[in-house]
């Protein structure tokens, strides 16, 4: 069996004869482990070293004490998914479990052992019912290069800022010079600056200025060799496992990676379509009281893919002509534009990518069927 075949039971399934769930604290050197018993009784706890032969002497140790089929474990997106993966190639589904709330913290007291017995008591009781992602497949190439581009557009953006807050305070003479230059022009007027006419070889004022404009510009120009490259790659992933979201308007590259990130190695993408629209916050939330009945705006979720949702829906509003018949026809049925918007960004939101699957599912184009659809 691969690692992708994964088995399909969930934290609330009954228990087997001698199983018993795992539960684990995960931290940057050491890892906190507990068994307990179906009934709740803990079986032992122990703390494993977080590298290959402790995730490996973790498993024995548990399997020693039941058959382990079930195991709750803390950070499985940090510190814990080195462990999660090895889990999972092990057949054994790893639930992501959340730290406990504070009022029970303030109750119970706060140590290694009693997280680690939290968080297999979590997937006991059907509490923990988020899947850890697998995190071996294209989407964790994705966001490795995604990490990469924002960490170098960050400091592109701040070098820029920089150079042209230099620019501010520097001589009125080359102000004025540059100050008529547009972005590009400017930083191949900075990288070819010399010493200043009449420096010597005293380090004197316009000196610096010169030699900080030039190394600035240098650093602009390394940034956006390093962005068009990771570009370059994000836009080979995409048309390699999902090409036809490609085709669709308003949707581009960047757009396909930030909602593979957050949907495309997510278990839950085999499930149907509408539990997934939370993880880009653009599910209604039900706020109704008494005789009120009405719903809320998600204001949860991945912010990123609610924002790249936002710019498709946009894109579409302005060259689609589906969506502008549809918008038309939603306003005529009294529809506000922030309605019509969310119930857009809600139809946008494409399934995830399943186990063993390369490429997105074609999402469906705007059209009559979207009528159902409420705000």
Known sequence: MTTRERSTSSSTDPPSRGEVVLGVDTHGEVHVAAVISPLGKVLGTESFPATAAGYRQLLVWARKRGTVRRAGVEGTGTFGAGLS?????????????????????????????????????????????????????????????????????????????????????????????????????????????????????????????HMTLRMLAEHIEQFTARINDLNQRLTRLVEHHAPQLLVLVGIGPDSVVTLLITMGDNPDGSTPRRPLLPLCGVSPIECSSGRRRTRRLNCGGDRQANAAL???????????????????????EGKTRREIIRCNKRYRSPRGLQPGQTSFPRPRVIGASVRRERV
């Open 310 to 332: 936002h710019r498709i829906v946009f894109t579409r509003l302005r060259h689609d002509p589906r969506t502008q018949a549809y918008y038309e026809r939603r306003t005529q």
């Open 85 to 209: 993966r090895y889990l999972l190639a092990q057949q054994v589904e790893v639930f992501e479990v959340n730290r406990p709330d504070r009022s029970a913290r303030r109750l119970l007291g706060k140590s290694d052992p009693l997280d680690d017995q939290a968080a297999a008591r979590a997937v006991l009781s059907g509490r923990a019912r988020a899947r850890a992602k697998f995190g071996d497949g294209p989407v964790h190439s994705a966001r490795m290069y995604k990490l990469a581009k924002d960490s170098a557009v960050k400091a592109r953006t701040q070098a820029i800022n920089q150079l042209k807050a230099v620019l501010v305070i520097a001589d009125p003479a080359l102000r004025e010079h540059m100050s008529s230059l547009g972005n590009a022009e400017l930083f191949r007027t900075c990288v070819d600056l010399g010493p200043p006419d009449g420096g010597g070889d005293e380090e004197t004022v316009a000196q610096a200025t």
